[in-house]
Protein backbone atom coordinates (compact mmCIF):
# COMPACT_ATOMS: atom_id res chain seq x y z
CA UNK A 1 0.00 0.00 0.00
CA UNK A 2 3.04 2.40 0.94
CA UNK A 3 4.80 1.58 -2.85
CA UNK A 4 1.14 2.45 -4.29
CA UNK A 5 0.94 5.96 -2.44
CA UNK A 6 4.19 6.60 -3.55
CA UNK A 7 3.47 6.20 -7.07
CA UNK A 8 0.71 8.52 -7.45
CA UNK A 9 2.38 11.04 -5.21
CA UNK A 10 5.21 10.95 -7.73
CA UNK A 11 3.28 11.09 -10.43
CA UNK A 12 0.85 13.87 -9.00
CA UNK A 13 3.88 16.01 -7.24
CA UNK A 14 5.68 18.83 -8.80
CA UNK A 15 9.29 18.12 -9.51
CA UNK A 16 11.21 18.98 -6.16
CA UNK A 17 14.99 20.48 -6.72
CA UNK A 18 16.96 18.06 -5.00
CA UNK A 19 20.09 19.16 -1.58
CA UNK A 20 22.55 19.24 -4.70
CA UNK A 21 20.41 20.98 -7.00
CA UNK A 22 19.91 23.89 -4.80
CA UNK A 23 21.85 27.25 -4.92
CA UNK A 24 22.98 29.41 -2.20
CA UNK A 25 20.79 31.73 -2.35
CA UNK A 26 17.66 29.34 -1.85
CA UNK A 27 19.87 27.61 0.72
CA UNK A 28 20.15 31.34 2.83
CA UNK A 29 16.22 31.79 2.24
CA UNK A 30 15.42 28.45 4.31
CA UNK A 31 17.66 29.67 7.28
CA UNK A 32 16.18 33.07 6.82
CA UNK A 33 14.30 32.95 10.24
CA UNK A 34 17.59 32.43 11.97
CA UNK A 35 19.44 34.43 10.41
CA UNK A 36 16.72 37.32 10.97
CA UNK A 37 16.34 36.15 14.66
CA UNK A 38 20.46 36.86 15.30
CA UNK A 39 20.70 39.89 14.04
CA UNK A 40 17.84 41.15 15.89
CA UNK A 41 19.79 39.87 19.09
CA UNK A 42 23.00 41.42 18.00
CA UNK A 43 21.83 44.27 17.38
CA UNK A 44 20.28 44.62 20.60
CA UNK A 45 23.11 43.58 22.32
CA UNK A 46 25.49 46.10 20.79
CA UNK A 47 22.51 49.13 21.57
CA UNK A 48 22.52 47.82 25.60
CA UNK A 49 26.48 48.30 25.75
CA UNK A 50 26.08 51.93 25.33
CA UNK A 51 23.60 51.77 28.63
CA UNK A 52 25.19 48.96 30.80
CA UNK A 53 29.17 48.52 32.06
CA UNK A 54 31.22 46.04 29.99
CA UNK A 55 31.75 44.47 32.47
CA UNK A 56 27.93 43.23 32.41
CA UNK A 57 27.12 43.76 28.43
CA UNK A 58 30.39 43.78 26.83
CA UNK A 59 30.48 44.80 23.26
CA UNK A 60 30.39 42.24 20.61
CA UNK A 61 33.82 43.04 19.74
CA UNK A 62 35.12 41.44 22.84
CA UNK A 63 32.96 38.60 22.53
CA UNK A 64 34.13 37.95 18.98
CA UNK A 65 37.63 37.79 20.41
CA UNK A 66 36.93 35.65 23.07
CA UNK A 67 35.30 33.14 20.80
CA UNK A 68 38.34 33.43 18.38
CA UNK A 69 40.91 32.21 21.05
CA UNK A 70 38.21 29.13 21.37
CA UNK A 71 38.96 28.50 18.00
CA UNK A 72 42.51 29.55 17.65
CA UNK A 73 43.84 27.77 20.87
CA UNK A 74 43.92 24.11 21.56
CA UNK A 75 43.71 24.36 25.06
CA UNK A 76 41.14 25.85 24.60
CA UNK A 77 39.57 23.98 21.36
CA UNK A 78 39.79 20.64 23.76
CA UNK A 79 36.92 21.46 25.89
CA UNK A 80 34.75 21.96 23.40
CA UNK A 81 36.02 18.69 21.82
CA UNK A 82 35.41 16.99 24.88
CA UNK A 83 32.08 18.42 25.95
CA UNK A 84 30.77 17.64 22.62
CA UNK A 85 32.21 14.13 22.91
CA UNK A 86 30.98 13.70 26.50
CA UNK A 87 27.25 14.52 25.01
CA UNK A 88 27.49 12.61 22.00
CA UNK A 89 28.40 9.07 23.80
CA UNK A 90 26.37 9.52 26.19
CA UNK A 91 23.14 10.39 24.32
CA UNK A 92 24.18 7.08 22.10
CA UNK A 93 24.37 4.99 24.85
CA UNK A 94 20.98 6.24 26.30
CA UNK A 95 19.07 5.69 22.88
CA UNK A 96 20.37 2.19 23.06
CA UNK A 97 19.49 1.49 26.63
CA UNK A 98 16.14 3.70 26.37
CA UNK A 99 14.87 1.87 22.76
CA UNK A 100 15.49 -0.91 24.57
CA UNK A 101 13.38 -0.46 27.43
CA UNK A 102 10.68 1.46 25.14
CA UNK A 103 10.10 -1.26 22.67
CA UNK A 104 9.76 -3.49 26.04
CA UNK A 105 7.59 -1.52 27.38
CA UNK A 106 5.16 -1.03 24.43
CA UNK A 107 5.17 -4.92 23.26
CA UNK A 108 4.84 -5.69 27.32
CA UNK A 109 2.16 -4.40 29.37
CA UNK A 110 3.67 -5.81 32.21
CA UNK A 111 6.85 -4.04 31.46
CA UNK A 112 5.37 -0.78 31.01
CA UNK A 113 2.79 -0.86 34.03
CA UNK A 114 5.96 -0.71 36.21
CA UNK A 115 8.72 1.15 34.40
CA UNK A 116 6.42 3.73 33.26
CA UNK A 117 5.83 5.38 36.84
CA UNK A 118 9.90 5.03 37.38
CA UNK A 119 11.02 6.80 34.57
CA UNK A 120 8.44 9.48 35.51
CA UNK A 121 10.06 9.93 38.79
CA UNK A 122 13.80 10.15 37.50
CA UNK A 123 12.52 12.58 34.95
CA UNK A 124 11.26 14.82 38.12
CA UNK A 125 14.08 14.41 40.31
CA UNK A 126 16.29 17.80 39.44
CA UNK A 127 19.24 17.94 37.23
CA UNK A 128 21.18 19.44 40.42
CA UNK A 129 20.01 17.06 42.75
CA UNK A 130 21.81 13.75 40.29
CA UNK A 131 24.93 16.09 40.26
CA UNK A 132 24.70 15.71 44.43
CA UNK A 133 24.08 11.96 43.82
CA UNK A 134 27.21 11.56 41.64
CA UNK A 135 29.35 13.06 43.48
CA UNK A 136 28.39 10.88 46.41
CA UNK A 137 28.65 7.78 44.63
CA UNK A 138 31.30 7.82 41.93
CA UNK A 139 34.86 9.01 42.19
CA UNK A 140 36.10 8.93 38.68
CA UNK A 141 35.11 12.28 37.17
CA UNK A 142 34.24 11.28 33.68
CA UNK A 143 31.96 8.16 35.13
CA UNK A 144 30.25 10.90 37.29
CA UNK A 145 29.15 12.86 34.53
CA UNK A 146 28.14 10.05 31.90
CA UNK A 147 25.76 8.60 34.70
CA UNK A 148 24.31 12.65 35.08
CA UNK A 149 23.83 12.64 31.26
CA UNK A 150 22.33 8.98 31.14
CA UNK A 151 20.24 9.33 33.60
CA UNK A 152 18.94 12.48 32.16
CA UNK A 153 17.87 11.38 28.80
CA UNK A 154 17.37 7.84 29.13
CA UNK A 155 13.83 7.96 30.48
CA UNK A 156 12.85 10.66 27.51
CA UNK A 157 14.02 7.80 24.78
CA UNK A 158 12.06 5.30 26.66
CA UNK A 159 8.72 7.36 26.97
CA UNK A 160 9.04 8.52 22.94
CA UNK A 161 9.53 4.86 21.86
CA UNK A 162 6.99 3.04 24.17
CA UNK A 163 4.38 5.87 23.14
CA UNK A 164 5.28 5.44 19.20
CA UNK A 165 4.66 1.40 20.07
CA UNK A 166 1.79 1.91 21.32
CA UNK A 167 0.70 4.47 18.34
CA UNK A 168 1.51 1.88 15.88
CA UNK A 169 -1.59 1.08 13.52
CA UNK A 170 -3.02 -2.22 14.33
CA UNK A 171 -4.23 -2.34 10.85
CA UNK A 172 -0.92 -2.78 9.54
CA UNK A 173 -0.34 -5.38 12.66
CA UNK A 174 -3.22 -7.61 11.42
CA UNK A 175 -1.79 -7.21 7.68
CA UNK A 176 1.21 -8.78 8.82
CA UNK A 177 -0.64 -11.43 10.65
CA UNK A 178 -2.85 -11.90 7.79
CA UNK A 179 0.53 -12.72 5.50
CA UNK A 180 2.05 -15.08 8.48
CA UNK A 181 4.61 -12.49 9.10
CA UNK A 182 6.88 -13.82 11.97
CA UNK A 183 7.24 -11.66 15.14
CA UNK A 184 10.80 -10.63 13.78
CA UNK A 185 9.67 -9.32 10.21
CA UNK A 186 7.18 -7.32 11.92
CA UNK A 187 9.37 -5.65 14.42
CA UNK A 188 11.86 -4.58 11.51
CA UNK A 189 9.04 -4.30 8.49
CA UNK A 190 5.98 -2.62 9.93
CA UNK A 191 7.04 -1.31 14.38
CA UNK A 192 10.78 -0.30 13.39
CA UNK A 193 9.19 1.85 10.39
CA UNK A 194 6.65 3.38 12.47
CA UNK A 195 8.75 4.80 15.42
CA UNK A 196 11.46 5.81 13.63
CA UNK A 197 9.55 9.85 13.54
CA UNK A 198 9.23 9.71 16.99
CA UNK A 199 12.59 8.34 17.43
CA UNK A 200 13.91 11.26 15.73
CA UNK A 201 12.03 13.80 17.99
CA UNK A 202 13.17 12.18 20.85
CA UNK A 203 16.75 12.71 19.25
CA UNK A 204 15.94 16.36 18.91
CA UNK A 205 14.38 17.12 22.48
CA UNK A 206 17.03 15.08 24.15
CA UNK A 207 20.19 16.84 22.43
CA UNK A 208 19.28 20.28 24.10
CA UNK A 209 18.85 18.45 27.52
CA UNK A 210 21.59 16.53 27.18
CA UNK A 211 24.24 19.93 26.46
CA UNK A 212 22.16 21.89 29.56
CA UNK A 213 23.27 18.22 31.64
CA UNK A 214 26.48 18.35 30.42
CA UNK A 215 27.00 21.67 31.68
CA UNK A 216 25.61 21.07 34.67
CA UNK A 217 28.25 18.04 35.50
CA UNK A 218 31.01 19.75 34.30
CA UNK A 219 30.69 22.54 37.13
CA UNK A 220 31.75 19.93 39.79
CA UNK A 221 34.84 18.32 39.90
CA UNK A 222 36.13 18.57 36.01
CA UNK A 223 39.04 19.96 35.00
CA UNK A 224 38.06 19.97 31.16
CA UNK A 225 35.28 20.77 29.23
CA UNK A 226 32.79 23.92 28.76
CA UNK A 227 30.88 23.52 31.81
CA UNK A 228 34.99 24.25 33.50
CA UNK A 229 35.25 27.01 31.49
CA UNK A 230 31.96 28.64 32.20
CA UNK A 231 33.02 28.30 36.12
CA UNK A 232 36.88 29.68 35.12
CA UNK A 233 35.18 32.53 33.75
CA UNK A 234 33.03 33.03 36.03
CA UNK A 235 35.50 33.04 38.65
CA UNK A 236 37.33 36.38 37.18
CA UNK A 237 33.78 37.83 36.14
CA UNK A 238 35.01 37.41 32.28
CA UNK A 239 31.57 38.01 30.73
CA UNK A 240 32.83 37.91 27.34
CA UNK A 241 34.15 34.59 27.91
CA UNK A 242 31.56 33.35 29.07
CA UNK A 243 29.45 34.34 26.40
CA UNK A 244 32.07 32.85 24.02
CA UNK A 245 31.80 29.62 25.70
CA UNK A 246 28.07 29.61 25.44
CA UNK A 247 27.81 30.63 21.94
CA UNK A 248 30.40 28.03 20.94
CA UNK A 249 28.24 25.11 22.74
CA UNK A 250 25.47 26.15 21.10
CA UNK A 251 27.08 26.04 17.60
CA UNK A 252 28.18 22.24 17.93
CA UNK A 253 24.12 22.05 18.98
CA UNK A 254 23.75 23.22 15.52
CA UNK A 255 25.96 21.23 13.68
CA UNK A 256 24.58 17.94 15.79
CA UNK A 257 20.74 19.16 15.20
CA UNK A 258 21.71 19.58 11.36
CA UNK A 259 23.64 15.75 11.42
CA UNK A 260 19.49 14.77 13.05
CA UNK A 261 17.60 16.53 10.48
CA UNK A 262 19.82 15.06 7.63
CA UNK A 263 19.54 11.48 9.32
CA UNK A 264 15.70 12.32 9.39
CA UNK A 265 15.38 13.39 6.13
CA UNK A 266 16.53 10.20 4.58
CA UNK A 267 15.02 7.72 7.17
CA UNK A 268 11.77 9.45 6.11
CA UNK A 269 12.84 10.14 2.33
CA UNK A 270 9.47 7.67 1.62
CA UNK A 271 6.92 9.89 3.15
CA UNK A 272 5.24 12.81 1.57
CA UNK A 273 7.00 16.12 1.77
CA UNK A 274 3.69 17.42 3.71
CA UNK A 275 4.44 15.27 6.40
CA UNK A 276 8.02 15.25 7.09
CA UNK A 277 8.72 18.12 9.58
Known amino acids: MIQERNVVGESLAPPVATNSGRSLWQRIREHQPIIVDLIGVAVLWQISTYFFSPAIVPPLGDIGEAIWKIFSQWSNL ?25 VMMGLFKGVRTYARPLLHMIQGVPALSWV ?24 AFALYVDSAVQSVNLDLIHLGQAFRASRLQSFTKIILPAIVPEIMSAWTVNLGNGVRVAVIAELIGSTVGVGFQLLQAQSVFDMAGA ?35
Do not use: C, D, H, N
Open 132 to 155: VFAVIWFAQVEVRIAFILLIGTLP
Open 243 to 277: VAWTLSLVAVLFVYQGIISFVESQLLSWRPKSEVA
Open 78 to 102: VSLLVTSLRVLISLLLAFVLGTMLG
